[in-house]
């Protein structure tokens, strides 16, 4: 199992970004995948959810109306499209799965600022 995110950036408050998770070992479309956050001396945050089998998402309400988690099966890949930024949704983003044990990409850094 592996996970590769990328698409972070610095971008200014009320930009957009698009993450991207590449899955491999098994298929984005039987697990459960998560979108968290870390932000130094925080606990790591749940940011989204995107169920297997159908695909539905939730959100988070800190990015509720803001963000959109989203999957292609044919590219057995995540996305998590990011509007409206604010400062406050810096830092580093890690898609995760759960397959036997609980897997973790490296990591994006998402930065706003002005």
């Known amino acids: 199992v592996q996970l590769v995110e990328s698409g972070g950036g610095l971008v200014q408050p009320g930009g957009s970004l698009r993450l991207s998770c590449v899955a491999s070992?098994?298929?984005?479309?039987?697990?459960?995948m998560t979108w968290y956050r870390q932000v130094p001396g925080k606990e790591r945050e749940l940011v989204a959810l995107i169920s297997w089998g159908d695909g539905s998402t939730t959100h988070a309400d800190s990015v509720k109306g803001r963000f959109a988690a989203s999957r292609d099966n044919a590219k057995n890949t995540v996305y998590l499209q990011m509007n409206k930024l604010k400062f406050e949704d810096t830092g580093v983003y890690y898609c995760?799965?759960?397959?036997?044990?609980?897997?973790w990409g490296q990591g994006t850094q998402v930065t706003v600022s002005s």
């Open positions: 995760s799965v759960h397959v036997g044990r609980d897997y």
């Open positions: 070992g098994f298929a984005v479309s039987d697990y459960d």
